[in-house]
């Protein structure tokens, strides 16, 4: 796939609850031997394996439309990074991605969400701003970076992480990651190309179709 692709990173979206409490009747030991095998298997052809967490728990969608992505970590999530930062300590292949798209909760979404010191928010908050979530970013990058301290860290912004505005934060060797969609609009330099000026911005995620491939094009130019 690296060779193929061309690419030296590759992101593997991952589960915390397959992670901690294992799935289908496996203990979660595992799907941490699953994800163990796919480290090794890039650092031997020259990329790197982005630990991605996407979902909390498959089995407990969040949103009117059946949406697994949570608007932000939950009390699990420190033990979950705390478990996977120990064992890469010593592979370079290994990045870390806290948080795959931190959001404003749904209006019909029935789940609370989670403050960095285990109490939850009033039922009727729904906003994910910066103020909802550096303090739980800062908690996770500090929990990895005990067991790791070398670890190279990526946050994604708000607003299903395309809104890297309220950064950088009072971190070392973070990478900033931001998600490009058509319907988040154009205002690249403004959403994440001003960051990219003095620190790493990655691109998470970029997607569309192909006729929107023209649309994309620019976005290599943000930072120049």
């Known amino acids: 796939m690296c060779t193929e692709w061309k690419c030296n990173i590759i992101r593997l979206p991952f589960n915390q609850d397959f992670a901690l409490r294992g799935r289908g009747g496996h203990a979660p030991g595992v799907y941490l031997r699953d994800l163990d095998r796919v ?7 020259g990329c790197y394996r982005l630990l991605d967490l996407q979902w909390l728990g498959a ?14 970590p939950n009390p699990q999530t420190p033990e979950l990074w705390c478990t996977l930062a120990r064992p890469y300590r010593e592979e370079p292949a290994a990045l870390f991605d806290i948080l795959n798209e931190p959001h404003d909760r749904e209006p019909l979404d029935p789940y609370l969400m989670w403050k960095p010191d285990g ?10 701003s910066a103020a909802e979530w550096h303090p739980w970013a800062r908690l996770l990058i500090d929990t990895i970076r005990a067991e790791h301290p070398q670890a190279l860290i990526f946050v994604s912004g708000t607003n299903w992480a395309y809104d890297l505005r309220a950064f950088p934060l009072d971190r070392p060797n973070l990478v900033y990651s931001t998600h490009i969609y058509q319907n988040k ?3 690249w330099d403004e959403h994440f190309g001003m960051l990219s000026r003095q620190h790493p911005v990655f691109a998470g995620e970029w997607g569309g179709t192909e006729a929107q491939l023209e649309w994309g094009a620019p976005v290599g130019g943000v930072s120049r």
Request: glycine share 6%.
């Open 39 to 45: 480290i090794p298997w890039a650092s031997r052809y």
């Open 59 to 72: 089995d407990n969608p969040f949103g009117p439309n059946r949406q697994f992505v949570p608007p932000l």
């Open 119 to 128: 109490t939850k928010y009033p039922f009727t908050h729904y906003r994910v």
């Open 185 to 187: 609009g154009a205002r």
